[in-house]
Nanobody, 122 residues
């Protein structure tokens, strides 16, 4: 059974940093694409980043380029989303998901984490 367990959300002031974790069981992240999405109430889930280490590929949406960084810990089977210089418009519930290849469509992803609330506010 595949499970993705997220942690690391919270409240941070503008300009601050947070790191989200996505720990997997039942699946090896080395040969899997991991996407990060975010969603605010009333809007569709938006793709933020996707990485596939076997393909040596990482994507970031324009609004987070230079501020967010994805990394993997193969030994822990965990992917991280480091978020720096956070802005109020980054406020959302963040989800990690797995897929065969990186894509921007939600239905391309097979499994999802439970979500982590990120709130950027002074």
């Amino acid at each position: 059974q595949v499970q993705l367990v997220q942690s690391g959300g919270g409240l941070v002031q503008p300009g601050g940093s947070l790191r989200l974790s996505c720990a997997a069981s039942g699946i090896t992240l080395w040969n899997t694409a991991i996407g990060w999405f975010r969603q605010v109430p009333g809007k569709e889930r938006e793709g933020v980043s996707c990485t596939h280490s076997h393909e040596d590929y990482t994507y970031y949406t324009n609004s987070v380029k230079g501020r967010f960084t994805v990394s993997r810990d193969i030994a822990k089977n965990t992917v991280y989303l480091q978020m720096n210089s956070l802005k109020p418009e980054d406020t959302a519930v963040y989800y990690c998901g797995t897929a065969a290849f990186c894509g921007t469509l939600i239905n391309e992803y097979d499994y999802w984490g439970q979500g982590a609330q990120v709130t950027v506010s002074s």
